[in-house]
């Protein structure tokens, strides 16, 4: 996706070709989400009006660059994990032991399909996390962009959410299920915070 | 943006610069969702189990082309009004005409500046529509991507609401700042709308 233009690539989301899709979209929302935290911190740091944040702002600059760079990554990783489910689903089932083996094949994948948005879900809710770090002494120019971050951030969450869902919905054994659910509600509260967040910068904006 | 890869594009948006910020974010989380009912409304096209919803999707095809390249349109104005409002605040001032002349200036700048976040607002809303529109008919395998298109498309509308109320907030003019509330109101409904869309697609999914 990175060395892809930006035409071309949502020229392939728009197609009917397998990937990028939902995951795809859900990981640029978190990226862009982190890339506006990055931009604020950037535009927050080395202004005397706002030195006691500098701490903060480091810190917090240091982590969005990293989450903006694991967010690419798992737009690749929802298309390799989608494939092999994709692949899974087209093993012979002509014998019972194929059936078997086929069926296996399909749970592991599955469980591989679930774990790209759920760490989307992680990425999404660590940037809304940032949003809310960084609000309080950031530059005021650039105040409404913490909470674009917070709203697109938020996004890739609801996105990741259903994402984990459309595939815990194909998992036949009850544990592993659950135990994906305990994780990814981990994450959900998040969307709460970024409306928060929201809300407080609005606000402060029409104050 | 179109041509640039979106390796540079999240590159520039992260970056201390003026543009691309909030405004291009929103921007693409509407792209990004108008992208994804493309997608959804191309893998349902063709498919004799949704033969009934064809025209409704390629309708909804037809419109959704039109608002991703709106929305890639609208990045590149909201560069352009930014900077107009930049270069507004740069006239001198050394004189009561030169004041009189720079406060008009940067007035007008301001309305440039809001009339790109109210477009992107209207885009985001679409979006949001198409998703309703296409939801019941749309192929039950891509069913999930039509709630990440609209949770994307919330995203932008959530964003441009907040890139409006900057610019009313540094206008003089209250009729002016009435008029563009109320633009604005007419677009904002459409945030309720996408919950309910993907509180919908979520209860299907884990049906």
């Known amino acids: 996706m990175l060395d892809q233009t930006v035409g071309s690539w949502l020229e392939d989301l728009a197609s009917d070709a397998p990937a990028p899709g939902g995951g795809a979209a859900a990981a640029m929302n978190a990226a862009v989400g982190a890339a506006l935290i990055s931009m604020v911190c950037n535009l927050t740091i080395g202004k005397p009006r706002y030195a006691e944040h500098e701490p903060v702002m480091r810190e917090a600059l240091a982590s969005a660059t990293e989450l903006r760079a694991t967010a690419v990554q798992l737009a690749a990783d929802d298309a390799a994990a989608f494939g092999a489910v994709t692949d899974a689903y087209k093993l012979p089932k002509d014998s019972d032991a194929q059936k078997a083996a086929r ?12 774990d790209v948005p759920l760490r989307t879900a992680a990425v999404a809710a660590s940037v809304i996390d940032l949003a809310g770090r960084i609000m309080d002494g950031a530059n005021v120019n650039v105040l409404s962009d913490v909470a674009v971050a917070a709203a697109s951030a938020r996004a ?3 996105a990741a959410v259903i994402n984990v869902e459309i595939n815990l919905g194909a998992m036949k054994d009850p544990a ?32």
Chains 1, 2 share one sequence.
């Open 103 to 114: 069926t296996d094949a399909i749970q592991a994948a599955l469980v591989g399909a679930a």
């Open 156 to 158: 890739a969450l609801d």
């Open 176 to 207: 592993r299920r659950d135990a994906l659910r305990v994780e990814l509600d981990k994450h959900t509260a998040a969307v709460t915070t970024a409306a928060a967040i929201v809300a407080a910068v609005r606000e402060r904006i029409n104050a």
